[in-house]
């Protein structure tokens, strides 16, 4: 029903910088919390970042202080930005939408609609 779909990954040496975009489609997620969580190679699909509605985020230790993420509702999209990225940042990054209640989680099983992910290569 909401269709998600990343863009903006791609290759960057460590400390640069990316701009991730979730452009999502079919319905408004003006009123739904997203989310972005991230699979290395080998390993579970782990949680990045949210943000509800109202625009509170939260952010996971790994990443907090780096990354910022910003949504812009007339847009029905939402962005991260990483920088100073690390080689541990390499990893498919996923945009996900709770089409439910506005509420954050860090589990992947509370959101319901993900985008295909786009790549994100760090590299020291």
């Known amino acids: 029903q909401v269709h998600v779909v990343e863009s903006g990954g791609g290759s960057v040496q460590a400390g640069g910088s990316l701009r991730l975009s979730c452009a999502a489609s079919?319905?408004?997620?003006?009123?739904?919390?997203m989310g972005w969580f991230r699979q290395a190679p080998g390993k579970d699909r782990e949680f990045v970042a949210a943000i509800k509605s109202g625009g509170t985020t939260y952010y996971a230790p790994s990443v907090k202080g780096r990354f910022t993420l910003s949504r812009d509702n007339a847009k029905n999209a939402a962005y991260l930005q990483m920088d100073s990225l690390k080689p541990e940042d390499t990893a498919v990054y996923y945009c996900?939408?709770?089409?439910?209640?506005?509420?954050?989680?860090?589990?992947?099983?509370?959101?319901?609609?993900w985008g295909q992910g786009t790549q994100v290569t760090v590299s020291s």
């Open positions: 079919g319905r408004t997620i003006s009123t739904k919390t």
């Open positions: 996900a939408v709770r089409t439910s209640t506005d509420w954050i989680f860090t589990a992947t099983e509370m959101y319901d609609s």
